[in-house]
């Protein structure tokens, strides 16, 4: 079976970044990790991309003079790579309209909450978890989604929960899913790669 080509898009740490790569590594996931883009050029997922010899790149749209501009960069990167999916793994910037169009039902993030609470603006890193804990849910999670143009919004491909317990901090909490995220992230995209992905309207639905 031919194997999905991924551009993976990060802005910090890029644990979930790892998790990919350590899976492709293993011969887990039917993919090809071809690029890894990020527009903080001190983000460790750059070198954790380098490290394995992973194209590495540095691109933030402060170095264009126009979003076209930078649309276009990145729309060539695609292209010249033959992406067939974008992971979005703790990518801080959202993607225009135009890339987002372009690339239909082929962009997905992650998040650390189930989708559609505790997400949307404010809603990123610890400040998801301390949300979950303040609202006294007993259950929180992980989701993976479509990327569609309003934020933390698209079809949901997966989700995974996870139990908020009493002496829970928001670091405690946030630890707990990220380990959760890193098992589920290769299986969404593993879905991709064994072209088991069908969306149907605001609905994805898993192909046996
Ligand atoms: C993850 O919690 C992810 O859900 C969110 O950003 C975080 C990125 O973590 N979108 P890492 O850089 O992969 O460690």
Redesign the pocket.
């Known amino acids: 079976m031919r194997k999905i080509n991924l551009a993976v898009f ?10 990919i790569i350590d899976n492709i590594e293993a011969g887990k996931l039917g993919a090809c990790l071809k690029v890894v883009i990020s527009n903080n050029s001190n ?3 750059l070198e954790r991309a380098r490290k394995h010899n992973i194209q590495a790149i540095h691109l933030s749209q402060k170095m264009f003079a126009t979003q076209d501009e930078f649309d276009d960069k990145l729309l060539a990167i695609f292209q010249e790579n033959q992406i067939d999916l974008v992971v ?5 910037k959202i993607l225009s309209p135009r890339v987002i169009r372009a690339y239909k039902n082929r962009i997905i ?4 909450a189930l989708l559609p609470h505790f997400g949307g603006k404010g809603m ?2 610890i400040h ?1 978890h301390e949300a979950v804990i303040a609202s006294g849910v007993k259950v929180t999670g ?1 989701t993976v989604h479509m990327v569609d143009e309003i934020y933390d919004h698209g079809p949901i491909i997966m989700q995974k929960c996870v139990l908020v317990l009493d002496d829970d901090t928001p670091e405690s909490l ?1 630890e707990r ?2 380990k959760v ?2 098992e589920l992230y290769s299986c969404a995209i593993q879905l991709f790669a064994e072209d088991k992905i069908e969306v149907k309207g605001n609905k994805v639905h898993i192909k046996k």
Not at 13 to 18: D, E, K, V
């Open positions: 990060a802005s910090g740490g890029g644990t979930n970044l790892q998790a983000a460790f997922a979005l793994a703790g990518y801080m993030n992650i998040h650390p990123y890193g998801v992980v946030a899913v990220l995220e890193h």
